[in-house]
């Protein structure tokens, strides 16, 4: 458990710690509960692991990226042999307005799971995978499921699939004033069905 000033052993929601801590503490395939509250992200976090990230609830959590998340190698950002099983992030609400990619990954992950969120982004990446530090494809394998979440800027944001990466980009709520949302350049297979696309919110939300 964690929450935006925890320092406790995060064992319970009574002891919440902080969310670097947790990262470093969680077994693989463990998660991490994430208390209502702001969260601000200065510098990179990168995810070697196998771990979900649940919110509390969506409007509730809301971290402010400055560099984003990483899915990596963290010792070397640009290994195309490195594998994570699965992570994922659910329910809470991502601002990366100042991030130049809110969540990527470089290393080969069998799942990345997002749903159930609201990322803001301005100017940049929303989700790049099979994509390294340095904004390059890589080849690099993995699924990204993205499903169920609303994704709002003022300027161009894309999701971009690079690599040999497959996606399922299903029911979700896209209002993004670009027309080419989502980016692919990679040989697997991209589905992306039963979305809403537009600049203003529909009758029916997604």
Avoid at 19 to 37: M, R, Y
Avoid at 123 to 130: M, P, T
Avoid at 185 to 193: I, K, P, Q
Wanted: proline content about 4%.
């Amino acid at each position: 458990y964690v929450s935006p000033d925890g320092d406790g052993d995060g064992s319970s929601i009574d002891s919440p710690t902080d969310l670097g801590t947790a990262l470093q503490i969680v077994p693989e395939g463990g998660s991490i509960f994430l208390c209502n509250g702001d969260y601000s992200l200065e510098d990179a976090m990168f995810i070697p692991k196998s771990v979900s990230f649940v919110g509390e609830s969506r409007d509730g959590v809301e971290l402010i990226v400055s560099q984003g998340f990483a899915i990596a190698n963290p010792e070397n950002p640009f290994d195309e042999e490195y594998t994570v099983d699965s992570v994922s992030f659910s329910k809470m609400t991502i601002d990366g307005s100042a991030a130049d990619t809110v969540i990527f990954a470089s290393a080969n992950v069998n799942e990345l799971n997002i749903t159930d969120c609201l990322i803001s982004s301005v100017n940049n990446h929303i989700v790049s995978v099979g994509v390294n530090v340095m904004s390059e494809p890589m080849q690099t394998t993995g699924t990204l499921n993205f499903k169920r979440n609303i994704l709002q800027a003022t300027t161009y944001s894309t999701l971009w699939i690079a690599g040999n990466w497959n996606a399922n980009i299903n029911n979700n709520l896209f209002l993004i004033p670009n027309e080419d949302v989502v980016m692919v350049e990679s040989t697997g297979d991209v589905n992306v069905d039963y979305n809403y696309w537009g600049s203003s919110n529909p009758t029916l939300s997604v």
